[in-house]
């Protein structure tokens, strides 16, 4: 039996964000842009493009949790995921990631330490997130407090961590 995503995008104030949810109502990919890019995050090579079908109506609860998100982060996101892309060492890292809470940060020595990995690696794990923003990656940084490394880009890195009261103006 084929597997089907639903995609969906939303406007935020960082632009466009789409996402990917399963048949099983499980979030598979979020990134930032427009949703002819959720085809890699949900394993899907270009030819099986088809199976990426809008359903509204599986895709609502998705959109109007992420829409609060952005209006009022202090509701944080409590979305049932289900990544079907990365190995298991990435897979480990990204569920270490999910333990973040919200307002607070991690420096990358934090985040290896708690995967039992090295910096380096779980940088490249969490640079390869296919839910960036769900699987908080945006709230790693630095050692010494800088904002690197988020593949949305080091503004929407800034702007999400001061939405969500982690670093002030």
């Not at 109007?64 to 009022?72: G, I, K, R, V």
């Not at 973040?100 to 708690?114: K, N, V």
Request: hydrophobic share 45%; aromatic share 8%; proline share 9%.
């Amino acid at each position: 039996m084929p597997v089907f995503f639903h995609p969906a995008s939303l406007p935020t104030p960082l632009g466009e964000l789409s996402f990917a949810v399963d048949d099983n109502a499980a979030l598979v990919a979020v990134t930032f842009g427009p949703a002819s890019g959720l085809a890699p995050l949900c394993g899907l090579t270009p030819a099986q493009a088809y199976a990426l079908v809008p359903e509204p109506a599986r895709t609502a609860a998705f959109r109007e949790q992420l829409a609060t998100y952005f209006t009022d982060a202090r509701h944080g996101l409590d979305l049932p995921v289900a990544p079907r892309v990365g190995t298991p060492f990435q897979r480990r890292v990204w569920q270490t990631l999910a333990r973040i809470p919200l307002g607070e940060t991690w420096s990358y020595a934090r985040l290896a330490s708690e995967a039992g990995s090295g910096s380096r690696a779980v940088g490249a794990a969490a640079g390869a997130n296919p839910l960036s923003l769900v699987l908080p990656c945006h709230r790693v940084i630095g050692a010494d407090g800088s904002l690197t490394g988020y593949a949305g880009g080091i503004a929407r890195k800034r702007w999400l961590l001061l939405h969500e009261g982690a670093i002030f103006a």
